[in-house]
């Protein structure tokens, strides 16, 4: 869940701007892991959510629309899904660049036991998980 501050006297607003709390994981390093507003936000209303997705554990990258204050959870189209085996390390930073385009980073774990070597975690070159992405969006 999402909350906007108030402008001038920094309270929070009561009803949050983005409130997902339905399809997102909440457990230990899983969540909502980060958040982008497009750089034309102010005139098209889009923003992007990277976050943990509750059914399987799998890593989202969503685009959603915000009209009136608040964003609509309806509005959801998602754009990226990668797989995560693990719990921990799913990284999910987001952020636009200066070329305009939509950067999301995972992580994967990497470790030197048979657990990890035997799902092929090592960050194999065609896996998304441990890659760092970009889109134009």
Known sequence: RLRELGDDDGTVDE?????IRD????????GLLGLAFHPDYAENGRLFVNYTRAEDGATVVSEFVAAGGLADPASERVLLVIE????????GMIAFGPDGMLYAGSVTVVRNDNQHHAHGQCRPLDALAGQRVHAKV
Do not use: K, M, S, Y
């Open 84 to 91: 995560q085996p693990f719990g921990n390390h799913n990284g």
């Open 15 to 19: 009803a949050p701007f983005l409130d």
């Open 23 to 30: 399809r997102v994981l909440h457990h230990h390093e899983r």
